[in-house]
T-cell receptor, first 113, second 114 residues
Framework: QKEVEQNSGPLSVPEGAIASLNCTYS??????FFWYRQYSGKSPELIMS????GDKEDGRFTAQLNKASQYVSLLIRDSQPSDSATYLC?????????????FGKGTMLLVSP | SAVISQKPSRDICQRGTSLTIQCQVD?????MFWYRQQPGQSLTLIAT?????????ESGFVIDKFPISRPNLTFSTLTVSNMSPEDSSIYLC???????????FGSGTRLTVV
């Protein structure tokens, strides 16, 4: 059974700090990985995708992937109160094409002013 | 990326009745997905809907309870049938983005069964 594990949090960080969100997955054959942000009462919004080992940066966000350790993380630099949300990790067994995603339960991030 | 319009946004329904949720995508997509998200929980996939074929249901979900239609490449419906309070949840549709990399979600339907 494919599983995606995340610490439920909440993860509390002060404004301006780096928030580090972590995710592990059980299916060693997984190929593509996604981070979604979900504000309370809203639907998930895709913020990052990563397919290869290493780091991928997009603005204040950096996704990190280590397939050997079956570990993916999201770093948020210069955290803002508007970053307060639940962050969902999702894993796709395929590198491309169409397949279903397996979601973790999400980590709640609280950024205090 | 695809934009998905989902309706209704919320509803309160009597037990034993049915509700049909609609999702309209602004571009053609191959696969659409229906999820359920219960309070404080992550997303649980109900089924995958391909145009022109029967939906594929995940373990624990059956067609009689959650019939799905996918008449074309931009539209899908999910019906929650013979509802009970346990069906109270947020229902989300999702579609594959261009290139199949990650998925876009509709705004969700908050269902309360009384």
């Amino acid at each position: 059974q494919k599983e995606v594990e995340q610490n439920s949090g909440p993860l509390s960080v002060p404004e301006g700090a780096i928030a580090s969100l972590n995710c592990t997955y059980s299916d060693r054959g997984s190929q593509s990985f996604f981070w979604y942000r979900q504000y309370s009462g809203k639907s998930p919004e895709l913020i990052m995708s990563i397919y290869s080992n290493g780091d991928k940066e997009d603005g204040r966000f950096t996704a990190q992937l280590n397939k050997a350790s079956q570990y993916v993380s999201l770093l948020i630099r210069d955290s803002q109160p508007s970053d307060s949300a639940t962050y969902l990790c999702a894993v796709n067994p395929l590198a491309s094409g169409y397949s279903t995603l397996t979601f973790g339960k999400g980590t709640m991030l609280l950024v205090s002013p | 990326s695809a934009v998905i319009s989902q309706k209704p946004s919320r509803d309160i329904c009597q037990r034993g009745t049915s509700l049909t949720i609609q999702c309209q995508v602004d571009s053609q997509v191959t696969m659409m997905f229906w999820y359920r998200q219960q309070p404080g929980q992550s997303l649980t996939l109900i089924a995958t809907a391909n145009q022109g074929s029967e939906a594929t249901y995940e373990s624990g979900f059956v067609i009689d309870k959650f019939p799905i239609s996918r008449p074309n490449l931009t539209f899908s419906t999910l019906t929650v049938s013979n509802m009970s309070p346990e069906d109270s949840s947020i229902y989300l549709c999702s579609a594959d983005r261009v290139g199949g990399h990650g998925y876009t979600f509709g705004s969700g339907t908050r269902l309360t069964v009384v």
